[in-house]
């Protein structure tokens, strides 16, 4: 699928690269389902390219960077188009339903009963195909998200310490309560980014040595001027060709994210502002009452994504102990090991792949090394090799870098 705005004649700027080992990789590969591997925590979006080339002052990748992170956008509204292309093949929609059930069961407290609004289910959507939101955002605690769908509508809600999920099609609603606000205008915890600039921190995580970061010219995006931030793998092996970030010339809010693979051809994910603005929202954006006869659902006392603060201390994520990650940079593989003997597990209980285990490796590619033999699960992006042993190596590697990892690690 092609990336929305696909007008890539930019000018060429001047490409600096920042000093070699300013950030160290805070990077954490997960693979979400062996279903399409669409595993992930290696946020990352595609090639952008709105057109129009304004005449902007020069500036550094340095400079670009220092300028995200100095950005404090208190107060914003807009339309978000996200495209998203992994090259999963057509399972007739089967991958997302199986990566929703398995959010909103942890959703509920892993009792399988989960709520059609429960964001952490409902908004692993994101993960394939095209869509639209709009957001809004007053201060650190008033943001709404809203997924707009063939005649219906989900929102997430977040006013002061009530956090609401409301999908329109089921008539359901999903109540939390919020943390403590953090000071910053962040939107309320959910399973997987949805605006430019969720992608464009998790990718300034990644930059480190191995990476190298430049200026790629100018562009307008949603009616604004904005720089172009390209980071690219410096090591091969990595399936990552470049990651360009339009950065908003006066604000430094990130508007526009493009992730192209190293094989070429359309964005694999393309996330970007096609309308914006940065006056204060109406109050009563943010308000919501339950509508009659609707289903309320109470989840979780805060509306942290479960198993967060384990990632944030680097630890495993929840239902992965064991995880290691080989290698380093944009080559670096997490391996852990299922336990599950014979390959792709067929028995494992409902939420997990459970009998999709034979059909999916229909899907894959047959290797062998010296660590026995396996099978490979290809995306445009991010690749897993399951052996016959039951063990998992992923990441955002070609098929290669997968076998000679675990022939490493043997």
Do not use: C
């Amino acid at each position: 699928m092609a990336p929305i705005d696909s007008d890539d004649s930019t000018t060429a700027g001047a490409g600096e690269e920042p000093q070699a080992g300013r950030r160290k990789a805070a990077r954490y590969v997960v693979p979400v389902a062996v279903v399409g591997v669409a595993a992930v925590t290696i946020g990352l979006v595609p090639a952008l390219a709105d057109s129009g080339d304004p005449d902007l002052p020069k500036v550094t990748a340095e400079q670009l960077i220092e300028k995200i992170a100095a950005s404090d956008v208190q107060q914003m509204s807009g339309t978000v188009r996200i495209n998203t292309d992994l090259g999963l093949p057509d399972l007739g929609g089967l991958e997302s339903g199986l990566m929703s059930g398995m959010a909103a069961g942890r959703g509920s407290g892993g009792d399988g009963g989960g709520s059609a609004a429960d964001p952490s289910a409902k908004l692993t959507e994101l993960a394939s195909g095209s869509h639209t939101l709009r957001v809004a955002v007053d201060g650190p605690d008033r943001q709404k998200l809203s997924l707009m769908e063939n005649a219906a509508e989900y929102s997430l809600i977040h006013d002061g310490k009530d956090v609401w999920g409301y999908d329109s099609k089921s008539n359901e609603v999903y109540h939390s309560t919020a943390p403590a606000s953090s000071g910053s205008a962040e939107q309320p915890r959910k399973d997987v980014p949805a605006t430019p600039k969720d992608f464009a921190d998790e990718a300034l995580k990644s930059i480190d040595d191995t990476t190298s970061v430049s200026v790629g010219g100018t562009a307008q995006v949603a009616g604004r001027d904005a720089y172009r931030l390209v980071v690219e793998p410096k090591q091969d092996g990595s399936t990552v060709g470049a990651i360009t970030v339009a950065v908003d010339a006066e604000t430094g809010t990130p508007l526009k994210f493009t992730l192209t693979p190293a094989s070429g051809g359309a964005a694999v994910v393309d996330v970007g502002f096609t309308k914006v603005g940065f006056a204060k929202p109406d109050a009563s954006t943010f308000d919501f009452t339950p509508p009659e006869g609707a289903k309320v659902t109470e989840g979780d006392k805060s509306a942290e994504t479960p198993g967060h603060d384990r990632k944030a201390e680097g630890g495993p994520a929840e239902g992965l102990d064991g995880l290691k990650v080989i290698g380093e940079g944009w080559n670096s593989i997490a391996a852990f090991d299922t336990g599950s003997r014979g390959g792709l597990p067929t028995d494992s209980p409902a939420g997990d792949l459970g009998a999709l285990g034979g059909f999916l490796g229909s899907f894959g590619d047959q290797v062998k090394g010296d660590f026995g033999s396996g099978t490979v699960f290809k995306t445009r992006l991010v690749n897993a090799l399951i052996t016959d042993d039951g063990k998992i190596y992923a990441g955002a590697v070609t098929k290669d870098a997968l076998v000679k990892a675990a022939d490493a690690a043997k």
